[in-house]
């Protein structure tokens, strides 16, 4: 046999070999993508969705139960909308304004992304105390000034009064309503001044609470998952106004009873009375 022959077998052999190997990655290729899981409904609705960026600032009152991520999975569920949340957490315990502006990691944060809103939540107690509504207001200013307010949303989070027959009540000799009422005017106050929207989370707490259904841990002062959802929903309202959310793909995805969810709607969500003409 010539070597011309040879050569020219050899080179069908090596294409034979190039077409074998090269068809069974395509086919290997196409068995993984039938065998990989679908996407589910959720993400594929994200894919197709416009993403505005939130974050938070605060602490414990924030981050409990995870009550952004929370926020971002009702933003989700929902089907009259075309834009999602992506929520993130700066969140340290006990922390104030001043905490936060103190350690400047808040500061590095804001300063890291184009933030579509910022949250800020104060502690707890501090438009109980004296002068604490003015701190609050020193160091909210601060981080104003630092944002770019023309694309960059501020909201401050107005936090929930302390559960019925807390020590601070007969400390303070004050109502659990009294606080309600003194925390949500000091923030009413300062968003005003500030030209800032601000979420109410107090009402709907003493409200549910009072329909039979309990927002509080054991301390009498954080939420446990009912109240994070409350404040989850509470938010959800403010970001994306005249939108429902089915109770029963919450009792799925999140975990609230269906009958629980129905009644926090309905004190979210008032059905207005509609005017007699006669």
């Known amino acids: ?31 993984k993508s039938s065998n990989s899981p679908n996407k589910t409904a959720t993400e594929e609705k994200e894919t197709s969705m416009k993403k505005v960026k939130v974050l938070f600032i605060g602490n414990s009152y ?26 993130h957490t700066l969140a340290v315990g006990g922390a104030t304004l001043e905490t936060h502006w103190q350690n400047r990691n808040a500061l590095k944060t ?5 933030w579509d809103y910022i949250v800020f ?43 019925e027959n ?39 707490f003493y409200k549910i609470n009072k329909a039979g259904i309990n927002t509080y841990e054991g301390d009498g002062s954080h939420a446990n998952k009912v109240g994070s959802f409350v404040t989850a ?15 029963g793909r919450v009792n799925v995805n999140i975990g609230i009873e269906i009958n629980q969810c129905e009644t926090i709607k309905q004190i979210l969500y008032p059905v207005k009375k509609v005017k007699s003409s006669n």
């Open 110 to 114: 804001i300063k890291s992304n184009d």
């Open 166 to 204: 807390n020590p601070i009540y007969s400390q303070s000799n004050i109502t659990p309503y009294e606080m309600l009422t003194r925390i949500e005017r000091s923030y009413y106050r300062i968003a005003k001044k500030y030209s800032t929207n601000v979420v109410y989370t107090g009402t709907p």
């Open 62 to 87: 924030t981050a409990g139960n995870k009550m952004t991520d929370i926020l971002s999975t009702l933003s989700k569920l929902q089907t009259q909308r075309k834009y999602y949340l992506e929520t």
């Open 233 to 247: 929903m509470a938010f959800f309202k403010k970001f994306m106004p005249n939108t429902q959310i089915d109770c």
């Open 121 to 163: 939540q104060g502690q707890s107690t501090i438009m109980m105390r004296r002068n604490g509504a003015e701190l609050f207001d020193r160091y909210l200013n601060k981080f104003l000034l630092q944002i770019n307010r023309h694309k960059t949303k501020v909201i401050l989070f107005s936090t929930w009064p302390r559960q």
């Open 1 to 31: 046999m010539s070597n011309k022959i040879i050569t020219i077998i050899a080179i069908q052999v090596v294409v034979v070999i190039y077409l074998i190997v090269n068809n069974w990655h395509s086919v290997e290729a196409q068995l």
